[in-house]
């Protein structure tokens, strides 16, 4: 399973070969389409929907979790306390990755401390 923070949507939303690239290799590797919070939506749009509208399209072809269960936000509370570092968010998608789950971000030190304290979460910069 893929998550995306971010820094994820916003790197592979980019109109560029790399993106395109790293795009159909996930595919290859059976981790698309990918999993995205919609609470990361809150730090990956502008709130306009003209300069959003790359990123909405890209949005349109993964999986947007629109629900935080309970267990999932004190589990995302116990890994940013153990952590001592991340946002309330970067926690969040550090729990939807658990377990055994990969998160493409460019927010790497943050989320590889939290994903210390995790079962079996990769973090992979995007």
Known sequence: ???????????????????AA????LRD???????????????CLEGHAGR???A???LKTCDVIEEVSEPLARRAATLRRRAGRGSAVDA???????????VLTSDV??????AEYAQRVKIERG
């Open 1 to 19: 399973m893929l998550v995306l923070d971010s820094g994820g949507v916003s790197r592979l939303s980019e109109h560029s070969r790399q993106a």
């Open 52 to 54: 959003d509208a790359v």
């Open 56 to 58: 909405n399209r890209f």
């Open 29 to 43: 590797h059976g981790l698309w389409p990918p999993l995205v919070p919609s609470v990361v939506l809150v730090e």
């Open 92 to 102: 969040l998608v550090i729990a939807y990755a658990e377990p055994g789950g990969t």
């Open 109 to 114: 030190r943050d989320l590889e401390a939290l």
């Open 22 to 25: 790293l795009i159909l290799a």
